[in-house]
């Protein structure tokens, strides 16, 4: 049985029944959609995609008319993506937000270069104010020292940290108190897996959120594409001919991420729902209440009072509340010393023994001694 779409007529070609698109039923469809494998044409795909992340965007209450807002752009196909999104819905549904763009240079020749470049011009495509901050300004270091120095297995530790560090400080540059970052589904749903398999309960409550607040931060973050997925994210930036930048990372993501990544995608095979359905998992976890430490001792005695009483006070001296600085380089922390600075300091003292035949050992240990402590610090 054959077809001709009466919304479609510069389309002469006769479209069989199964193939018309299974929203508009009207237009041949040319896309499976990966989140719920429906057979859709092109204009029905445009028109999903963005209503979704417009309907996150307007539940969660996202914005608010007259905010200024960064999207963190490194030239990705998400953030390129989020960038095109957003001034595309503010324009259309009038949020009243403006729009910067915000990247962070790590330096890592030959991907970063590369991917700020493709920034520069979305920058002219976008026609949006572009502010870009290094670490090699901020830290003194670029990613590509550091990781002569600890490896590439901890390269994402240490650029993580300084990342978001470099973003809030961009953002504080700049008067911003709200940063949007291309996170999507799949970033989420990873994320989820991997807190549950750490048992890291105190992430795990935070995992699923779309807008996350950090203790001493006045910037806030959020990630509009909470619900959309990879798949589609590249779909859609392939078919609006978007210009990113493709290329991964020269430092590989650390293994346990790309073990969570890869499971996660043998499960969306099998049940391309999962992603969706973590989330939501996720998101109804109610977690027991935590238990206030000590409290059962202070009945014991007033010498053990005494005792626990001092204790808390130094407790209290490494747990900065919101507002304060760190005192190393200033900028705002909830710890005395900030994560950034507790990793450039392990750096810088591993920095002369760059040249040492058994400097890779010794950073080991370094970076290892790091990580530690950086995991009992409250943040
Ligand atoms: S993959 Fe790791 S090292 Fe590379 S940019 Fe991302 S966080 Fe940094
Ligand atoms: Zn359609
Ligand atoms: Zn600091």
């Given at each position: 049985m054959s077809y001709t779409p009466p919304t479609d007529p510069t389309n002469k070609q006769p479209v069989k029944l199964s193939q018309l698109c299974e929203i508009c039923h009207s237009r041949k469809a040319i896309i499976r959609r990966p989140k719920n494998l429906q057979k859709i044409c092109k204009l029905c795909f445009y028109h999903v995609f963005e209503t979704e992340i417009h309907n996150t965007i307007v539940s969660t209450k996202l914005f608010y008319p007259g905010e200024t807002v960064a999207v963190g752009a490194s030239g990705g196909k998400d953030s390129t993506v989020l960038a095109y999104i957003m001034k595309l819905l503010n324009e259309r549904h009038h949020y009243g937000i403006n729009i910067v763009l915000l990247s962070v240079d790590e330096g890592i020749v030959g991907y970063r270069d590369d991917s700020l470049a493709t920034v520069k011009r979305n920058q002219k495509q976008y026609n949006l104010p572009l502010e870009i901050v290094s670490y090699k300004e901020l830290?003194?270091?670029?990613m590509d020292e550091i990781v002569e120095i600890?490896?590439?297995?901890?390269s994402c530790t240490y650029c993580g940290v300084l990342r978001r560090q470099a973003l809030d400080r961009g953002a504080n540059k700049l008067g911003i108190k709200h940063v949007v970052t291309g996170h999507n589904a799949d970033d989420m749903a990873e994320t989820v897996l991997m807190n549950i398999l750490r048992g890291d309960v105190a992430r795990l409550e935070k995992s699923t959120a779309i807008l996350t607040e950090s203790n001493g931060s006045p910037i806030k973050r959020s990630k509009p594409?909470?619900?959309?997925?990879q798949k589609e994210i590249v779909l859609y930036a392939h078919y609006k001919k978007l210009d990113y930048f493709s290329t991964e990372c020269t430092y590989a993501p650390e293994a346990f991420r790309g073990t969570a990544r890869e499971y996660m995608k043998n499960l969306e095979a099998i049940r391309p729902s999962c992603i969706i359905d973590i989330i939501h998992s996720g998101e109804n976890l109610v977690l027991k209440p935590k238990q206030a430490k000590k409290k059962t001792t202070v009945k014991k005695s007033t010498a053990n009072k005494n005792k626990i009483q001092n204790e808390n006070t130094e407790d209290n001296k490494q747990v900065f509340v919101d507002g304060n600085r760190c005192e190393?380089?200033?900028?705002?922390?909830?710890?005395?010393?900030c994560k950034a600075c507790i990793l450039l300091e392990g750096l810088e003292m591993n920095r002369p023994k760059v040249?040492?035949?058994?400097a890779h050992e010794d950073s080991e240990d370094g970076a290892a001694k790091n990580l530690r402590t950086l995991e009992r610090l409250h943040f």
């Open positions: 830290y003194n270091w670029t600890v490896g590439i297995r901890n594409f909470k619900y959309m997925y190393r380089c200033g900028y705002l922390s909830s710890n005395k010393i040249n040492v035949s058994n």
